[in-house]
């Protein structure tokens, strides 16, 4: 079967629903709180309305939609009872919800809710008013965001910026110098591993020669270049797919809150079960042959115009089979909290794996010859990347498991389904599994064979992951898998005994006074690959272990933490940069914290504090040699010896 369907790169992990016109500012709200009780407050919402549109009055329920509801971030908040209403209401019979009778506000109208709070009331709330509006057969939802001062209410005991911590001028010049240009270039180099990938599809691998002897039968030298240029457009095809992210502002807070939030990696999670079931042959990921054709006809206009839409021809074709493998990336850029710039950089590589072969051939044909012929070898590479897409698919859902705690996919169990899916591999490729586009079983070539004892060791190495041994620590893939101690075991062997590390900054700078030690700031995240690393492999190196229990006090800070802090820590916090930004939850305070006092938003990133909240080193971010984290360590140490 052949399935249809659209997806733009640009904005291929979220679909929005959004009507042609944008009514945003249709109304404009104000609001007010008046104290009438112990715990107890009025809150009021004005309007003048707008003109040509209708505000549909509250406490309606019209097609199974509240008219409008106050919302807040606590359930310790309630609304004691429907809405006082002020203003000329009407009453008409409408035609959009089967001829009910519906009340309405066409000019000013002010509302009235009185609210309660179960426990200690904040000097400033934060809520939401949702509201309905309409005209003539149209329908809408909006939300009006407010806070208001409330009277008598306790002062958010909430620290964000703390001026004295001043990481560039710490009392030790060691730490990280954070250029981020290690980042770029391995997102680059694994764009350009997705790149090479692509290349050995059903979709595109056959294009080679036929594309390349096409350039190269024209006018000798010029073929030649023309197949450059094809091959340079390519490339630059895959940069412009970038360009939406830059556009829109998309900043890396923005990228690491949108990876973890659960929401998006169950997305994820169903993306890639989509994908791998298109890689088995059940269907095909196409955009509509009319786009397709349309570039296609273009492709003979001119000469360097020509050669463009050839290029974003192949693409377009090609997407069947690169669309997975690009997509793969795309969420690989933004789980490693980038920026867009490090989406520019693994498109780039993507379209750089993809364009070079076309200029390589060019310059040389006779290396045509050497490619091998087409054939069931290439479903065969369609079939191995599915089973891929399912490991991948797993990953999201465990990092939707991991931020939520919901105990569902344990470490044990994670390794079991990638034990399946990496011995599916094996029995695929012996012929034990057939798909609907596989060719007729034949004898196994020599790089099946290879494939074949490759997933079978990978199959072997992963076993120890399901048994309580300290086997299971698998340093291979450090960091995929659950945490060691997130076991379904009520005692695992790996895990650090006694090292609990503090959840809360304010705790540990108290306990360090008390001690007199340096705090040592852990950012970390639940789906935080690279946290998980530095856990397993060098926090548990024994000096490394010895530095951290006995001469640090030990504070971790989950970025992604989804609990809501208690009502009078939320705030809207100002930033440096002078934006509002709300602080609901302790991933809110924890993720605002290390961007305002730290400057990264990326996991893991460690910080070394005195006890008078001055920086002792710069910080660190993710270090696979035990030593060098060691040095860092003892280079903290002697800074607050140094002060001392």
């Not at 709180?33 to 009055?57: M, P, R, V």
């Not at 809207?572 to 605002?592: C, F, H, M, P, R």
Request: with cysteine.
């Amino acid at each position: 079967m052949k399935l249809f369907t659209i997806i733009s790169l640009a904005g291929l992990f979220f679909t929005f629903s959004v009507s042609a016109q944008d009514f945003t500012n249709v109304y404009s709200w104000a609001s007010t709180a008046k104290k009438i009780g112990e715990k107890k407050y009025e809150l009021t919402f004005s309007t003048q309305g707008a003109n040509g549109w209708q505000l549909y009055a509250p406490d309606q329920t019209i097609g199974g939609v509240k008219t409008a509801e106050l919302v807040f971030n606590d359930s310790s908040i309630h609304q004691e009872s429907s809405f006082a209403e002020k203003g000329k209401i009407k009453k008409f019979v409408s035609p959009v919800f089967e001829n009910s009778v519906v009340s309405v506000y066409e000019e000013a109208t002010e509302w009235k809710g009185v609210i309660s709070f179960d426990n200690i009331v904040p000097a400033q709330l934060q809520g939401k008013l949702t509201f309905s509006y309409g005209k003539a057969d149209e329908f809408y939802t909006a939300a009006y965001l407010f806070k208001v001062p409330l009277e008598g209410g306790a002062a958010s005991t909430t620290r964000i910026l703390i001026p004295s911590i001043d990481i560039n001028n710490p009392v030790n010049d060691c730490g990280d110098n954070e250029t981020g240009d290690k980042s770029l270039w391995s997102i680059f180099i694994l764009g350009l591993l997705g790149g090479f990938i692509g290349l050995l599809t059903p979709c595109v691998f056959p294009l080679i020669p036929l594309t390349v002897s096409f350039f190269t039968k024209r006018s000798g030298g010029k073929g030649v270049g023309n197949a450059m240029l094809y091959g340079f457009f390519i490339f630059l095809i895959y940069i412009l797919l970038s360009i939406p992210f830059h556009i829109f502002n998309a900043t890396p807070e923005v990228l690491n809150i949108i990876s973890t939030n659960i929401w998006v990696n169950i997305s994820f999670f169903v993306i890639f079960l989509f994908f791998a079931f298109s890689f088995f042959g059940y269907y095909e990921i196409t955009l509509p042959g009319g786009l397709a054709n349309k570039f296609d006809s273009r492709s003979g206009i001119g000469n360097w115009g020509g050669i463009f839409f050839m290029a974003l021809t192949l693409a377009i074709v090609s997407f069947s089979c690169t669309g997975p493998i690009l997509g793969s990336l795309l969420v690989g850029a933004i789980s490693n909290n980038g920026g867009p710039m490090q989406l520019t950089f693994g498109m780039a590589g993507f379209g750089l794996g993809l364009a070079l072969p076309f200029a390589v051939f060019a310059m040389f044909p006779k290396w045509l010859h050497s490619l091998p012929k087409s054939g069931g070898w290439l479903n065969s590479v369609k079939v191995v990347l599915g089973f891929l897409e399912l490991a991948m698919a797993v990953k999201f859902i465990s990092n939707a498991d991991l931020v939520e705690q919901w105990g569902i996919l344990k470490r044990e169990i994670f390794m079991a389904i990638w034990i399946l899916i990496s011995a599916g591999i094996v029995i695929y490729l012996f012929g034990g599994i057939r798909f609907p586009h596989d060719s007729p079983r034949q004898k196994i070539s020599k790089t099946r064979w290879a494939f074949i004892a490759l997933f079978t060791a990978v199959t072997i190495y992963l076993i120890p992951g399901v048994i309580n041994s300290k086997m299971a620590n698998l340093k291979l893939i450090s960091g995929f898998p659950p945490p060691m101690c997130y076991s379904i075991y009520k005692e695992p062997v790996n895990c650090k005994k006694g090292f609990e590390p503090l959840r809360d900054y304010d705790v540990a700078l108290s306990i360090a006074r008390k001690e007199n030690k340096p705090v040592l700031i852990d950012f970390t995240g639940w789906a935080c690959v690279n946290c998980r690393r530095m856990e397993e492999n060098v926090w548990t190196d024994p000096f490394v272990d010895s530095l951290m229990r006995n001469e640090f006090v030990v504070v971790s800070l989950y970025v992604d933490e989804r609990k809501k802090l208690p009502l009078v820590k939320q705030l809207q916090y100002k930033t440096k940069a002078g934006d509002e930004k709300s602080i609901i939850t302790v991933g809110d305070k924890w993720a605002t914290f290390q961007f305002e006092n730290f400057n990264r938003v990326s996991q893991p990133q460690y910080a070394i504090i005195s006890t008078d909240e001055k920086a002792l080193t710069k910080t660190k971010t993710y270090t696979a040699n035990p030593g060098n984290f060691a040095n860092w360590l003892q280079c903290g140490l002697d800074a607050f010896k140094k002060g001392k």
